[in-house]
Structures are given as structure tokens and as C-alpha cells.
């Protein structure tokens, strides 16, 4: 039902708006120090989308609804979950944040790396969304709305296997 893509598109988009509103606030700039230590650039940063998830529990899901989002949108789109006690949790927290879009550039979905420096959760270095019906992780690769032309002039790809290698090469 394209009116649900629509929805899940707009939360994402409103989400990945959100993350790099975070990321641009003085408090992250240990986290851009880190990001450009990397070799990320303020333009690739920008261009990318790159953001910075809170470590609050719900202040992404809390941002959303005040935009007049649905919770059980939200939710689909895979950026909260519901926990035992019926409440909802940001799936995201404390994570630089990488929006991952589809082949026409609508954001589709995130993977969240952890911050530097911080133990290692249960949850892993890395957390992706989920499946949802506009996002099949296997189905996309990272970046190739921004080079899906030079690939078709170059008749070449090359692979990588992170957001971060692929952010070096495209650099």
C-alpha cells in the first residue's frame, strides 16, 4: 500500500533529520573529532546524512510523535520497539547514526555504530533496522543512489563491507 511506504519514507526522513540536527550541536563535537580523525569530511558527513542517535530511551520516539507520527508507524518503521511492559523504547541510543536509502535516495532505514570509546553493549559494535516492508537489508547497498551513475559509465563496481569503507572510497 504505497500511503504506508509513504509514511514509513516520511518518519525515516523526519528521523534521519533528526540524528544529524543532533550531530551538528556542540555537545557532538567529540563525536565529528572522531568522525574526521576517520577521514570523514563535513561534506561527505553532510552528504551522507550522518547523524548521532541520543542515549535517551524514548527522545527520537518522543520527537516523532510531536511531528504527528504515529507510535504504531513508528514503530513499523522500525526505529522503536515495544518493550514487555507495553512502553516503547528507541531502538537506536547512544550511536552514530547512518541512513541507509534505497536506489531513488528515500531513506529506508539505519545502521547505528556505537559510540568510540564505549563498552560494547549486548546488542553488538553495530545495530541495523529491522525488516520492514520498505526496508530488506539484503535487497540494498549502501550508497549506491549517490553511485549508481559512475558505476553504469564505468561499467564497474567495487565492493566493500561497512558504511565507513564505503564513506573512505567514495571520499
Known amino acids: ?11 525515516n526522513a523526519a528521523a534521519a533529520d533528526f540524528f544529524s540536527d ?3 550541536r556542540e ?9 574526521h580523525e576517520r577521514g570523514l569530511s563535513d561534506e561527505t558527513i553532510k552528504t ?15 520527537h516523532l510523535a510531536k511531528k504527528g507520527f504515529a507510535i504504531d508507524d513508528i514503530e513499523r518503521a522500525g526505529l522503536v520497539f515495544k518493550t514487555e511492559r507495553g512502553t516503547f523504547w528507541d531502538r537506536f541510543r547512544g550511536r552514530i547514526m547512518f541512513p541507509i536509502a534505497n536506489h531513488f535516495g ?15 553493549t549486548e546488542a553488538g559494535k553495530y545495530v541495523n533496522s529491522p525488516e520492514t516492508p520498505i526496508f530488506q537489508k539484503s535487497k540494498l547497498l549502501y550508497g549506491f543512489y549517490k553511485t549508481k551513475e559512475a558505476i553504469r559509465e564505468a561499467k564497474a563496481a567495487v565492493l566493500v563491507e561497512g558504511q565507513m569503507d564505503f564513506l573512505m572510497v567514495h571520499k
Open 1 to 11: 500500500d504505497q500511503q504506508q511506504f509513504d509514511a514509513l519514507y516520511a518518519i
Open 22 to 24: 543532533l550531530l551538528a
Open 27 to 35: 555537545e557532538a563535537a567529540p563525536i565529528m573529532r572522531y568522525l
Open 48 to 62: 551522507f546524512r550522518l547523524g548521532l542517535a541520543p542515549t535517551s530511551s524514548d527522545l527520537l520516539s518522543r
Open 106 to 120: 528515500k531513506i529506508v532505514g539505519f545502521t547505528g555504530r556505537i559510540m568510540p570509546n564505549a563498552a560494547e
